[in-house]
């Protein structure tokens, strides 16, 4: 269990160093902008208590927010992700319900689980954000497009670093 924390706060701290430090630098263009932080979120142990996620979330978001100048952008995309996290986690639970011993993950309920589960919420992230960065209906179609983009970005990376750095999770 303590190890499991361990792991899941270092996860959490090379996800923030790995967005503020390198990703956030990338030039990738207007409508491919990575946001592989929101992972710390995502994959957050099931039995992580719900009133637990909401301020760590908050304040994740806002350490991330002292990187890039954007004054609660990423902190109220990171909040909202977290308070939809278990209506999502309800929605796509599997028929037998979450093993306790596992984490979310392609690992423990498979590639097409993962994709429903993580899209999903990578796009309400970024839907959110993008929105509350345009503040404004005008040009919708651009930060619409730019939402789509980014989330789908995120999502193929997420997915490598699925099987790439993690491994099916036993406690």
């Known amino acids: 269990m303590i190890r499991d924390y361990s792991i899941t706060i ?8 790995l967005q503020g430090l390198v990703l956030n630098n990338l030039p990738l263009g207007t409508y491919f902008q990575p946001y592989l932080y929101v992972m710390f979120i995502i994959l957050l142990p099931f039995e992580t208590p719900n009133w637990m996620i909401l301020p ?7 350490i991330l927010d ?4 954007t004054y609660g952008l990423h ?27 596992t984490l979310p993950g392609i690992q423990a309920y498979g590639f097409n689980w993962f994709i429903s589960y993580a899209g999903s919420l990578i ?3 970024h839907i959110v ?36 750095f993690l491994r099916p999770q036993t406690r």
């Open 10 to 17: 270092l996860r959490g701290i090379f996800l923030l160093l």
């Open 66 to 69: 002292s990187f890039t100048n």
């Open 56 to 62: 760590l979330s908050f304040f994740y978001g806002l």
């Open 75 to 101: 902190a109220s995309a990171c909040t909202f992700l977290a308070w939809n996290r278990p209506q999502f986690l309800r929605l796509f639970a599997p028929r037998d319900g979450y093993d306790a011993a």
């Open 129 to 164: 954000f993008f929105l509350l960065e345009a503040f404004r209906f005008e040009g919708i179609g651009h930060t619409l497009l730019r939402c789509l983009g980014s989330a789908s970005f995120t999502l193929f990376l997420a997915i490598i670093a699925q099987y790439l």
């Open 123 to 125: 796009l309400m992230h």
